[in-house]
């Protein structure tokens, strides 16, 4: 197969403008290459990253299929406030996927997962950061810090381990007395005893409009944006072609950073990345009643709250499904319900509510790739809960892909072969 490198200076079609291809499309373009975006709503609008949770998560290294997950995942089922959510219906077309989620979590595929998000964790602030720089857009992110809670003794006892090896991979935190814990989180039930604060973490201003700050700062450098539904993508002798509602378009290599759309495109191209729908609730507060300076995490229950510039925004779970399923009303109610014993002064009134689907893969890292059948085809996709967290670093590693400057040990991290 060839795999000769995509000269500076060359055409490039992104399909996607949430923040993984937006992010692509800065870094191409500060790279030389002439970028091209097309996605069938504005920057931002469509998948999560129009309202996530704003988190730059560098010290999240474990994939979400951890050992025992599938004692604990039965437990959660059992629970209706537990985060995740499998509708009935929809279990059984995804019993593959769930079964290589499981994989996950045995032996030397877990710890191949927690390799490959530490290398991406690893540089995701510092990238981050100098993409906003560059762009002049540095205040948009603040690296704050981030207080993880748990509900129990037990709960906290047993995430010991894994912080102990965070410290050893370098993504620093400390242990938080309950005078610490009423300092950084004032506004919290006090029946909560027991927290981290992960130093390797950040908060971004508002999601949304960082993609659409970062979209408007590369279109002023020389990109465009297409708002196009693109319908194929065909290789041709040393060209690609996509074809749109608008017509058909040629150029010397795609990236395809669809988010989970991206399975329709990989499976045309004769491409196999067993991506999911992770879908994700939240309600975003403009008048809370309560002051929150730092992002949280509640670890036993799958809820994260950021102060954004909307509001404070709470949410989290994690629901498998159809992605076209209309969004379930009874998870907002009790995520409204269950903000408010976190926060006992807190004020839901105005909230607005939003549901959005993460491309999720079964080991919880993304594919950056060259195709397997089409070289001018590149992946840059699957990044599940961690799209705003790896997005600048994983733009650089494709970068570097299609400049075949990468580094060998890296790039088979990431490659679409590991589900050969």
């Not at 790279?31 to 097309?38: A, E, I, L, N, P």
């Not at 279109?219 to 708002?227: D, I, T």
């Not at 892909?401 to 990431?414: A, R, T």
């Amino acid at each position: 197969m060839l795999t000769s490198n995509v000269p500076l200076g060359s055409s490039i079609a992104v399909i996607g403008a949430g923040i993984v291809g937006i992010t692509s499309a800065c870094v191409l373009s500060q790279k030389g290459f002439h970028v091209s975006v097309y996605d069938t709503s504005d920057p931002g609008v469509a998948g999560a990253s129009k309202a996530n949770a704003g988190h730059i998560g560098s010290s999240d290294i474990f994939p979400l299929s951890s050992p025992g997950i599938q004692w604990k995942a039965l437990k959660m089922l059992m629970d209706s406030d537990a985060p995740l959510k499998i509708p009935f219906k929809d279990f059984w077309s995804q019993t593959s996927w769930f079964w290589k989620f499981l994989l996950t979590s045995h032996g030397h595929r877990f710890k191949s997962a927690t390799d490959a998000i530490s290398f991406l964790g690893k540089h995701s602030l510092k990238d981050t950061k100098a993409l906003l720089e560059f762009y002049n857009l540095g205040e948009m992110m603040n690296h704050s810090g981030c207080v993880f809670i748990y509900d129990t003794k037990k709960s906290f006892t047993s995430s010991k381990n894994s912080w102990n090896e965070k410290n050893e991979r370098g993504f620093s935190s400390e242990l938080l007395n309950q005078d610490s814990i009423a300092s950084l989180t004032p506004s919290i039930n006090d029946k909560f005893k027991h927290a981290y604060l992960s130093h390797e973490w950040g908060m971004v201003r508002e999601p949304f409009e960082l993609v659409q700050s970062l979209s408007d700062a590369v279109q002023k450098s020389g990109a465009n944006f297409y708002k196009n539904k693109v319908s194929s993508v065909s290789e041709n002798l040393n060209s690609v072609w996509i074809d749109t509602e608008e017509g058909s378009y040629k150029y010397d290599a795609v990236i395809i950073a669809a988010g989970v759309d991206s399975i329709t495109f990989a499976k045309s191209l004769g491409d196999f990345i067993p991506i999911t729908a992770e879908r994700g609730y939240n309600l975003t507060i403009p008048s809370p009643n309560i002051q929150i300076d730092l992002p949280i995490v509640f670890a036993d229950r799958g809820i994260v709250a950021t102060p954004l510039s909307s509001g404070l925004r709470i949410g989290g779970w994690a629901e498998y499904c159809n992605p076209n399923r209309p969004p379930n009303q009874a998870y907002f109610d009790s995520i409204a319900r269950i903000s408010q014993e976190l926060f006992p002064g807190l004020n839901i009134d105005e909230a607005n509510f939003w549901m959005g689907s993460r491309p999720s893969l079964p080991d919880s890292f993304p594919v950056i790739s060259r195709s397997r059948k089409s070289p001018r085809v590149f992946y840059n996709c699957g990044h599940g809960h961690y799209g705003l967290t790896h997005a600048a670093t994983s733009a650089k590693l494709l970068c570097n892909l299609l400049s075949n400057e990468y580094n060998l040990s890296e790039c088979s991290l990431f490659s679409i072969n590991r589900f050969s």
